[in-house]
């Protein structure tokens, strides 16, 4: 399997097994002179942790996060920056009994006709905690964005289930473990969330990214577009099924004259586009909402077959999210973060001499 | 600008303006001993050629298709195809009314202000007109991609506006001008377009496009997930504010036991993940849905700025589609090719000795 | 066959046969605002022409330069330049009679045996006609690189066969066929040559190459060092055999405390390294030299075999050059220009903030 | 700095500075089902270890490997391999003194004025420890090419000083610390060595390598040929200022009739090119040479400037090689191995339905 870099600049690769012994990333492109250590990227890793909350997976893994190289004295040099976190909490055996089935929903069946072989322990590179190196990379290009620019980058849970979630403020979504924006429907989640807890069930959600302050001219045109790249990014997080930017699929009932956002002397007088125009950010906010698919591995029974193609019925136990797009927050921001950084060294590569990006 | 390549192994480079001299690209990596010729080009350019209704841009180009490189006697020989397509009919006197302003909706403003110049001519760069290589290159990797395996990559419109398109089957698709699978809205959408352009006026669109008889094992996981993939290709197509693969937003109140597709001994009993699971194909048809805005070129009278930044009033004039959704379901075809494609290379880079891809 | 771009940033990827309709290029990120003609590009390709001399090949093409995009009102616009020069003196039949054998010293064996298939007029893809596009694309690096900080890239013949050509100054270079700098060894280089073109023989030659006012920073440590992409990029001329920076394979034989350049108030003492430390340019001149193989196309007959594996006799007319390594010198200069473009914009990338570049 | 990964089907990155936590790198594109354990990268780590030879750096570092994912029981995945190397014998204390000085012949001074910053304990990213992880890369190469064509990629030292090394057989090279394949200058070799580490001084060395049973068809013609990446790979290792192919240098002064291989119904009768023709693997053995440079680290005293720009006297103590050229020879070969690698999948990935390459 290659694919497992992402960025061009701002090149950050990963590699690690949900119950191998240790997760890893590679990033190289950070510039020289910024102050970094690991408490900037423990707060994210901490934000997407398993035990979380007594809503997500019961796994418990402190996570704690090793630098290995590219910062000396708390300063990065510009040299490419190894991280590290070890995995501590595996249970092989809560797998052994799915050793030679298919999980249906899951990537098992085309890892194994793929590769001709494949680590079925907890889903080997296929499992959702493969995200845990994309949150910290993400979180030093966050720390880098907004030190330059002041750029803010960050998420909350717009809908689970038919659930709506109104955005009030983001002190609310700190304050709960759904990074729920809207203080009315936590009671209504509790008790969701319990009941498929109960009936060994999953529910999808939907999950909105906001970035603030970011400078006009990030993004190229055609292929590499800025909402492009961004789609990529966001869609290549387990469990997406969908990407929107700013009005998203509403745009299919609008008119010509309702969408185009008109501008004044004070700017842009409306936002349809979501921050980017002809494929270049416009100095606006960036939206962006994505669609999580409930989690694969409930307990309640399925069908499936087993390596022999015998059809069996299969119930999967162990420690699983009701909903796994209640975690997919923090790793949303860290795709959102790792792009924007990507393009803001790609923008400084070819139009230093233009200062439209220095506010 | 960079980006303007897609594919690692399959990569296509383009280049050209709305009103330069030409425009074209270069496909590096196709294999040798492809039969190609310009008619199996051509066939797809004609497809998306404005003026080839009278619902589309009435710019009368002929779009031939130049082959200059990598096929010798109508065999491909691995070497780089150049391709080429001569502007012929363009009027930069219609554009030059609008030197000075910024189209609300269009890309003036954030290339101004990125590039500190722009070829204001029709969009220049940012003009729909630039997807004219992406169908050509489109066209190449559809041909190899049917003789190698019998896949099939077809678009139609599911949705204009309020009118929903329900899929009947190809041939109806192939009848009309809207590429619209639904013999029974034909006459609305006929209604609907006529009554926009008295209005001056357009409407957003939703194009679905359909892969099949992919083999298993195409994508990688991780970053370059198939679909993740697919959605940056899509995502990059001028206009397209949203991406949904198989159920897409649908998924956001489904259940786990709804959502995951279960497994028998004829295969998959559903497909809900739209023929990919952990960023691989699975063998199952792959569903894509894409989000178009409306045309933001329109007569109705808007609300801009000039480059001095005077608020002042547009009305664009000029050959402009009411509904820039339709001829954007044969480049939506070629970008899914294009990737396909790109993958199927990787896979064989990769997996040589295992032969599922071969049926 | 893939592998026809060089550069990440500044990326040119090329086409076209020596006997096809036209060879070309697509450069992709070239900054915009950067004023640019067909005159200057031309002025190199008119370095490099056959027929230049009366000891270069006798072919005679006019390579007249297109711009097809990029550039507006003779400025960049930073959208990627198309480039394209028609073939027009090519006479297959020339070629007819090798159709079926395999030329020693040529690619012909490895491209059949390869691909399957091959354009064998002229060589085809591997014919030193590819390198137009190199002296294009280079021609435009070098224009920047000098208006920027005022780089300058120059070569010349510093060895043909056993005639060493000491350095004097670039105006002799220029007035004379060989870019031989010597005005004492004309006279001999006039004599060897004419007496390998009677005997139907060709000669090895030795280019130098020399960047001066390069600035402090470019080149990447580790892989992407500038040297080693120098060498990739040099060594990927046709006919290359060699490449050394500074004292090359002197060093063989020198001690540390003569090699390692020592420094002093004034800066560097010495420039034993090329200018180049640890991969990045130290601010001193870059010396490169460059070993070109004879021409493997002559008259004087030669033992190969033909597509039956039958040996036989071959003796090759047609035109070509009795010193290969004459017009390498063109070619030397452009990637060196391709290489340090792309690492000036490598280099605003990632330490914009640090202006040791700016002198 | 980027720049930390080579190849592009089977890509390596690495990470780690000589005085840092650890060394590690990522390996993306490894095809799965390889046989694959830590004894197998081990041995080669052993044969560049410092200490290994009392003719080496008296470094004492047990570099034990070890490998975090991409295999599993002992078989690899095709998901990507992480390894590591922890750091256990530094002495950050033998560095402080030269903190604020520039060491001749060093990165120091380069580093220092690109980055604004760097990591001066033993050169930081910049020391010859950074190739423990190319080596670790390479043997995992070596082994596929090995198993799967029978591939050998071997080198030796050809010269030190003006010391010639005859090859006689490959029991000989691994009988010497030396890497030295001439039984006769062995003890020549060992005076030498002993009497520039009595004068507190070094010397440069030719290595030289052998690539056997290398099949025809790798490499892509035009930029990515064969010998061109073999340059850019082997001149990425610290020290190298030379490289040659085939005949290298001497081709200079050969004649055409001369220096192409002829063929017959045996194959070819010589091999001038070195064993690749227009960018193309033939099939013959591939020979390269490389030009290192004597160690820069001498206690011999220098001058130099400080941080200040004073110019100052320089001895650098510690622990360092009297000819940085043997170590470099398992690297050398590391290096090839991972090119040929990366060009034996983008081979599979292009001509997969030709069957040349399978001998």
């Known amino acids: 399997m290659a694919g497992n870099s992402i960025g061009q600049l701002y090149r950050v690769t990963t590699f690690g097994e949900s119950h191998g012994t240790a997760l890893g990333c590679i990033i190289d492109g950070i510039p020289p002179g910024i102050p970094l250590n690991k408490a900037i990227i423990q707060h994210d890793l901490d934000r ?67 590769y001709g072989i494949r680590d079925y322990r907890g889903g080997g590179r296929s499992s959702a905690r493969e995200t845990v190196m994309r949150v910290a990379a993400g979180a030093i290009a966050k720390k880098y964005l907004n030190l330059k620019y002041g750029i803010l980058i960050r998420g909350y849970i717009s809908q689970i289930g038919n659930i709506n979630c109104q955005f ?122 994505l669609a999580m698919k409930p989690t694969s591995s409930i307990i309640k029974p399925g069908k499936t077959i087993n390596k022999d193609g015998k059809e069996v019925q299969i119930t999967i136990t162990g420690r699983h999210d009701p909903c796994v797009g209640i975690r997919a927050v923090p790793v949303a921001e860290a795709m959102t973060a790792i792009v924007l950084m990507d393009h803001l060294l790609r923008y400084q590569a070819q139009c230093p001499d233009i200062n439209i990006i220095k506010k």
């Open 48 to 114: 997407r942790r398993p035990g979380f909350s007594n809503f997500t997976t019961q796994r418990k893994e402190s996570d704690q996060i090793k630098i290995l190289s590219g910062v000396f004295e708390d300063i990065t040099t510009g040299t490419p920056i190894g991280l590290i976190v070890e995995n501590t909490d595996y249970r092989s055996q809560d797998y052994s009994d799915i050793k030679d089935l298919f999980r249906p929903g899951h990537a098992d069946y085309t890892y194994e006709k793929k």
């Open 168 to 289: 009030t403020n983001w002190s609310v979504v700190d304050s709960n473990p759904f990074f729920c924006p809207d203080p009315n429907k936590l009671e209504l989640l509790d008790k969701l969330i319990r009941s498929l807890k109960k009936d060994g069930d999953s529910i999808g959600a939907k999950v909105t990214v906001i970035a603030e302050n970011v400078p006009l001219g990030l993004g190229e045109p055609v292929f590499d577009k800025l909402d492009a790249d961004l789609a990529h990014a966001l869609m290549s997080i387990n469990a997406v099924k969908g990407i929107e930017i700013g009005d998203g699929f509403e745009v299919v009932n609008q008119l010509g004259s309702q969408h185009r956002d008109e501008m004044g002397i004070n700017g842009f007088k409306s936002n349809h586009s979501g921050g980017v125009l002809g494929g270049i950010s416009s100095g606006q906010i960036i939206t962006l909402k």
